[in-house]
């Protein structure tokens, strides 16, 4: 086994998440809104969608203030109210607490080697329960198998309602996260591979559910409400977005030296299509020991979920035996485009040396 020297990096700390620098450019477009006084619905929002919805290659984009809000409007959208909606195990909680807000019912089954969800026991669901939306969730950069699942949802009759918080960019024949089902729903959360601090879109592929879509977030005819964005957090997003390219194949780069040191010492995400590693996971047995050691060595480390969405929120559920695996092992190094040659080094090095000395 090859490891790096790391004599000269003793002492060296790597936080888990690093924000980018802000260039000039925004700081510009910044004070352009500043001096302009629209500080709301005006062109940077209007930029923002229009980007968003050409880089996915879908019908509408609408923003709105989170994530958890774009699942929530997509599901009220699909009227799930007391109508089943299967989700994966492993997600954040966001995916489970959406479905209860919007009235539906969450049905949980297990994952794969993905950590996405499990595509033979979705059919198990599909015959033994009347299902309305099936909602997939883009784990860690990684697609869910969609052509699967969109096969199955039309032959059981369900709608499809991507979950890609975590899957900016992300491609699976060709075809981005967030433009296979007939809805779907985005994060631009501090930490996300489009980053607004706080925000999110939903993304509409299926034309019979725009207006829907419309009459909940747009006053009017019925009750909606005010989930809008700044101009502020727009102009950020799409500054972000101009990046995206670049920093997820910087993120890639990363996750291909991570799984070249790691291959054979510990449980790789298995990957579908272009993963664009919004986070980087690795499972073993003795997590919990590791990271203890990683922390006193600098290396901030995460684990990603200590909870089954079933056992959080007490719903329904299969069996979830794989997940169940997973959640007490996986956790997640850091992965992000700031992230220096000489950080990596420590990282894989002293992950090692940590891994050889247990």
């Known amino acids: 086994m090859h490891f790096l020297k790391i004599a000269n990096l003793q002492g060296m700390k790597v936080s888990f998440f690093r924000l980018d620098s802000i260039g000039e450019e925004i700081k510009e477009d910044l004070i352009r ?39 929530y409007a997509a599901l009220r959208a699909l009227d799930v109210n007391d109508k089943y909606v299967v989700i994966p195990a492993l997600s954040f909680m966001a995916t489970v607490d959406a479905v209860l807000l919007a009235g539906g019912i969450p049905l949980v089954i ?15 669901a599909l015959k033994r329960y009347d299902v309305k939306v099936i909602l997939p969730v883009h784990l860690f950069g990684n697609m869910a198998d969609m052509p ?16 890609a918080a975590q899957a900016h960019g992300a491609l699976l024949e060709d075809i981005k996260a ?38 909940l977030l747009d006053f ?41 040191s790691f291959k054979g010492i510990f449980q790789l995400q298995k990957e579908r299509g272009y993963c664009v590693y919004h986070v980087y996971s690795l499972r073993h047995p003795k997590r919990d ?20 969405l079933h056992e959080l929120r007490n719903t329904p559920h299969l069996s979830t035996s794989k997940a169940k695996k997973f959640k007490k092992e996986l956790f997640a190094l850091p992965i992000y485009p700031s992230l220096t040659d000489e950080e990596i080094n420590y990282v894989i090095s002293t992950l090692l040396e940590v891994v050889q000395n247990l």
């Open 33 to 71: 809104i500043i001096e302009s006084g629209r500080l709301t619905r005006g062109e940077f929002t209007e930029k923002f969608e229009e980007a968003f919805k050409n880089f996915l290659g879908v019908r509408w984009v609408k923003t709105v203030n989170s994530g958890t809000t774009a699942l």
């Open 110 to 124: 297990d994952v794969d080697e993905t950590y996405t969800m499990d595509v033979n026991q979705l059919e198990d």
């Open 148 to 163: 699967s699942i969109n096969w199955l949802a039309q032959k059981y009759g369900a709608y499809v309602l991507e979950d």
């Open 178 to 215: 967030g433009a296979w089902g007939d809805i779907s729903a985005f994060s631009f959360y501090a930490t996300k591979n489009v980053s607004m601090g706080e925000g999110g879109t939903v993304a509409v592929k299926n034309p019979s559910l725009v207006e829907k879509v419309k009459k």
């Open 220 to 260: 009017g005819d019925t009750p909606a409400f005010n989930f809008r964005l700044s101009e502020f957090q727009c102009a950020v997003g799409l500054n972000s977005l101009r990046r995206l390219k670049e920093n997820n194949r910087r993120r890639r780069e990363i996750a291909q030296r991570y799984n070249k």
């Open 289 to 308: 020991l590791i990271r203890e050691k990683l922390e006193k060595k600098g290396i901030a480390t995460k684990v990603y979920y200590p909870y089954l």
